[in-house]
Structures are given as C-alpha cells and as structure tokens.
C-alpha cells in the first residue's frame, strides 16, 4: 500500500473505532513503531475476539494478513495478527505512550473522558478485566490498570462515576515501579450496572468476564 493511500485511509477511521481503540490501549492492546509509522498487535487467547478485531481492521483498509496462531510452551493457542504500519496508529501512539527515564510506557491521552463511552468500557473489560465470585454474593469485576499511576486510575475510576454510575475501589497490586501498581475493582453493588452498559458490546464467549 502507497503512503498515500495510507493517509487516505487513516483519514477515514472512524470515531466509533476510536472508541474501540481507547479500550483496546486501556486493556492489553499494543502498539509499537516500525519505521515511520506504528502499528496494532493483537494477541489473544480468544479467537471470536480476535477474528472480530480482524475482521473490523480489515474492513478499513488498515490490515492484511491474515490471523495466525501459536502455541505457548503451556499448550495454549494464542491468535495474533499485526496491522500495516499507519499514520492513524502513530498519532494513537504518540497520545498515548510516553517516554519515562528510557522506558517508554503508557499513559492516558488527554481526551480520555470523551473517549470513555460503553464501547471502549466492553473491550477494556475484555481485554484486563477478570470477575470472580467472592464478592457479597454477587461477584466482583477488577480492571488490571497495574501499569498506569495513581493518579491516572483515580481519574479512571472518577470518570467511571460521573459518566456511568459505577462506584469503584482500589487494590494494590505488585509493581516493580512503586507509583504505579493500583487495580479497579467494581463495587459489588454496581455490578447490575456494569453488566447493563457492557453486555451489547461483548462476545458471547466473553461473557464471563462480567460473571455471565
């Protein structure tokens, strides 16, 4: 593909994928620079998500290959794929990594209020979000946000608030780094909720990230 028909269709991106995107990069989803231009890799051990994201990238001009599958020394299938190179995943990166003493890391762009809506909440969920079934009698949901600092979580879990009604708390989990660290964990009684928002936009086969 052309640099220019990758301009062309970096423009075209809609904002609903970068909805999707703000959920993917809160979760376990990584972008990386190769030359000019960065790109998406997914790898999932769910092959109805990663076939979906597949096929979505692929309906917008911005990935090629086929998904591939690998098998860790534990046995367990992995599905993977790698976007092309693109402008529109270079200004995702640049807003959204950041480069602390020689390391670069994630960190929060400054729309990420705007970006918050129930989509990016689903695949964020997907992605670092686990449920088990010791909450008071509900189950709880946690969101594995180790690698962003305090105050970056508090401002997640403040927009998780105002904008959804879910109440949240913080758990302190291992780091190497000590300000960061800190997980979000839904309130058992916000659980009705959080299943409200989040269940239109999750996979069938995902269904027990929210105890489903």
Same mark, same amino acid.
């Given at each position: ?7 062309? =269709?970096?423009? $075209? ?7 999707? #995107? ?9 972008? +990386?620079?190769?030359?000019?231009? !960065? ?20 309906? @917008?001009? %911005? ?11 534990? +046995?367990?299938?992995? /599905? /993977?794929?790698?976007?092309?190179? $693109? ?7 640049? *807003? ?25 909440? !689903? ?7 686990? =449920? ?27 927009? %998780?608030?105002? &904008? ?5 708390? @913080? +758990? &302190?989990?291992?780091? !190497? ?5 800190? *997980?979000? +964990? ?7 909720? %959080? ?11 995902? #269904?027990? &990230?929210?105890?489903?």
């Amino acid at each position: 593909m052309s640099p220019e028909d990758k301009l062309i =269709y970096s423009d $075209k991106v809609p904002f609903w994928f970068n909805e999707m #995107m703000c959920g993917l990069m809160l979760g376990d989803g990584n972008l +990386r620079m190769k030359g000019t231009h !960065a790109l998406l890799s997914v790898q999932q051990v769910h092959s109805e998500l990663t076939i979906n994201l597949w096929d979505i990238c692929f309906s @917008l001009n %911005l990935v090629i290959n086929p998904v591939k599958t690998i098998k860790r020394k534990t +046995r367990q299938i992995v /599905y /993977y794929f790698q976007t092309l190179t $693109k402008p529109y995943f270079t200004s995702v990166y640049n *807003a959204r990594y950041i480069n602390v003493n020689d390391v670069v890391i994630k960190s929060l762009p400054i729309n990420i209020q705007v970006l918050i809506t129930p989509l990016p909440l !689903a695949h964020w969920i997907i992605g670092d979000g686990g =449920y088990d079934g010791h909450g008071r009698g509900v189950g709880r949901v946690t969101l594995y946000t180790n690698n962003f600092t305090l105050a970056e979580v508090e401002l997640l879990q403040s927009i %998780l608030l105002d &904008k959804f009604g879910l109440k949240t708390y @913080l +758990r &302190k989990v291992a780091n !190497a780094d000590p300000a960061r660290g800190y *997980a979000i +964990r839904f309130a058992s009684e916000s659980l009705t909720q %959080l299943r409200s928002v989040c269940t239109p936009h999750i996979y069938p086969t995902l #269904m027990y &990230k929210l105890g489903l």
